[in-house]
């Protein structure tokens, strides 16, 4: 009966280690921001400056607090299945987005491309400041720098699960006659459980699910 009483407490005992290792998020927000989930930022649609936006921190990066309960679920979820999503990008200002953009062009053009061309290659990975998802803090990209089996996996699962909480994968294969951006497997925006679940049953995009 000892015997049998302590490997019941070793199990419990292992139990609670593996779970207490892992960094569930437990905390909850109020949404106070007036931003609409279905708000469509792409280069021909800028982001407007009169939207209240009020920014929470989430794991070390801003997000608006509209996103930040079914993002905490959604992490947790992920947790379940052995998969810790790492966020590398999430809401970023006007400015910030700017100097990203300079700074890609200016690595282009110290490459040896002229300013025009390289305006245009950067343009395909980096929205231009005013027209970026990143400034509404719905978007968020998840990757883990030099870690590509991990990235994998994490996409992997957002793919097959991130709708359950409202988030879309933005820019799909073969969207970019819509989108105008290239594939980004790590780039995923919030719009709500009921249009993520419509959008990716009939993989399609935002801009088609607008109708524009």
Same mark, same amino acid.
């Given at each position: @009966?000892?015997?049998?009483?302590?490997?019941?407490?070793?199990?419990?005992?292992?139990?609670?280690?593996?779970?207490?290792?892992? +960094?569930?998020?437990?905390?909850?927000?109020?949404?106070?921001?007036?931003?609409?989930?279905?708000?469509?930022?792409?280069?021909?649609?800028?982001?407007?400056?009169?939207?209240?936006?009020?920014?929470?921190?989430?794991?070390?990066?801003?997000?608006?607090? *509209?996103?930040?309960?079914? /993002?905490?679920?959604?992490?947790?979820?992920?947790?379940?299945?052995?998969?810790?999503?790492?966020?590398?990008? #999430?809401?970023?200002?006007?400015?910030?987005?700017?100097?990203?953009?300079?700074?890609?062009?200016?690595?282009?053009?110290? &490459?040896?491309?002229?300013? &025009?061309? #390289?305006?245009? @290659? *950067?343009? /395909?990975?980096?929205?231009?400041?005013?027209?970026?998802?990143?400034?509404?803090?719905? #978007?968020?990209?998840?990757?883990?720098?030099?870690?590509?089996?991990?990235? &994998?996996?994490?996409?992997?699962?957002? =793919?097959?699960?991130?709708?359950?909480?409202?988030?879309? /994968?933005?820019? +799909?294969?073969?969207?970019? &006659?819509?989108? =105008?951006?290239?594939?980004? +497997?790590?780039?995923?925006?919030?719009?709500?459980?009921?249009?993520?679940?419509?959008?990716?049953?009939?993989?399609?995009? /935002?801009?088609?699910?607008?109708?524009?």
């Amino acid at each position: @009966m000892k015997k049998i009483l302590i490997i019941i407490i070793s199990i419990l005992l292992i139990y609670l280690v593996y779970y207490l290792q892992k +960094p569930y998020v437990y905390s909850s927000v109020n949404p106070i921001s007036e931003i609409d989930p279905l708000i469509l930022v792409n280069s021909e649609n800028a982001f407007p400056d009169n939207i209240n936006l009020n920014l929470v921190t989430f794991q070390n990066n801003k997000v608006a607090d *509209t996103i930040y309960n079914d /993002l905490k679920d959604m992490y947790n979820a992920a947790l379940n299945s052995n998969i810790t999503l790492k966020i590398n990008n #999430a809401y970023r200002s006007k400015e910030k987005q700017t100097e990203i953009f300079n700074e890609q062009v200016n690595q282009y053009i110290n &490459e040896g491309y002229n300013k &025009e061309k #390289a305006y245009k @290659m *950067t343009y /395909l990975t980096v929205q231009i400041p005013g027209y970026s998802e990143h400034e509404t803090g719905l #978007a968020i990209d998840f990757s883990n720098q030099g870690h590509y089996d991990e990235n &994998e996996k994490m996409w992997n699962w957002l =793919k097959n699960n991130a709708y359950k909480y409202g988030f879309i /994968l933005r820019y +799909p294969k073969d969207k970019y &006659e819509i989108t =105008k951006i290239n594939y980004e +497997p790590w780039h995923y925006r919030y719009v709500g459980k009921k249009a993520a679940k419509e959008i990716t049953n009939q993989n399609i995009t /935002l801009e088609e699910y607008l109708g524009g």
